[in-house]
């Protein structure tokens, strides 16, 4: 393959990638469609490729599609079993945000849902949402008629409307309200917490890695009590985790988390989501696996100074 051919390539890879991350909710899962898409590239009739960016995108969606739908015929993804791949804002896996859609297609809380959706619907809610491609497009992408392509994304937008409570906080007040729950749940405040807490207030956690299905919480009452013992440090979660980690806030999916971070290791993050300055959910994610992409754009970043410095 000539370097023409493999230029052309790079210069789409970001945008293949983001593309396989909103539909696969895996870094390292997109990472492998791509090299797939690639490899397909490599061995095509490129000269009767007329647009090569719709061809490409083609291929990926297709391989995407493939391995959602072979994974759940495995019965190795039921539908909400495992938490999205967080990403450090920054990385150019996150893809397009510049409108809201965008940004909100690619937060943890709507990678969450769409692992609801069928294949197909989430394949044309990706493609429609964040990338704003016309239903005549995304039907050649898929093999669908323009109609099947709208009644896909209708029933897509339906459910992931049904259970998300749209809002965008203020970064800089977001912030300030992750600092003030992290401070309650160090110190084991738990009517602070509460406080600080939606009246509809959801948490969901891996366990710390160590939980073979996810754990889920609801109430303000159990949630500030989930929070109060996954933030309190004790030796056993110091012997765990390695070390005595610093507590980083940083964004991630766009929305503001909690990294603990032992020497330049991300050994796990809780994410919030913000709404009229308090915490309407939390995720928690701490399975090594998990962690990869971040960890890498985490040494790359040079982050700044932790809020606790010494948990």
Known sequence: MDSAAIDRFEAGRSRLASLAYRLLGSAADAEDAVQDTFLRWQAADRERIEVPEAWLTKVVTNLCLDRLRSARARHERAA???????????????????????????????????????????????????????????????????????????????????????????????????????????????????????????????????????????????????????????PAKRRLAGGSPAMHIALVNGSPAVLAVVGDRVVGAVAFDIRGGRVAALRGIAAADRLTRLNEAWRRHGPGEPVISAW
Request: glycine residues 6%; neutral net charge; charged residues 30%.
């Open 80 to 234: 909400g079993d495992r938490l999205p791949e967080p990403l450090l804002e920054g990385d150019p896996m996150l893809g397009p945000a510049d409108t809201f859609e965008q940004r909100e297609s690619v937060s943890l809380a709507v990678l969450t849902l769409m692992e609801r959706l069928s294949p197909v619907e989430r394949a044309v809610y990706v493609l429609r949402e964040a990338f704003s491609y016309p239903h005549a497009e995304i039907a050649g992408i898929l093999g669908i008629t323009e109609s099947a392509s709208q009644q896909h994304l209708h029933r897509a937008r339906a459910r992931v409307a049904a259970e998300r409570r749209r809002g965008e906080a203020d970064p800089a007040s977001a912030r300030r309200v992750v600092e003030e729950f992290l401070a309650a749940a160090v110190s084991g405040r738990t009517e602070r917490l509460v406080a600080l807490l939606t009246d509809d207030v959801t948490a969901v956690s891996d366990g710390a890695g160590l939980s073979r299905r996810l754990l889920r919480y609801a109430t303000p009452e159990r949630v500030a009590s989930f929070a109060r013992a996954g933030f309190k440090p004790t």
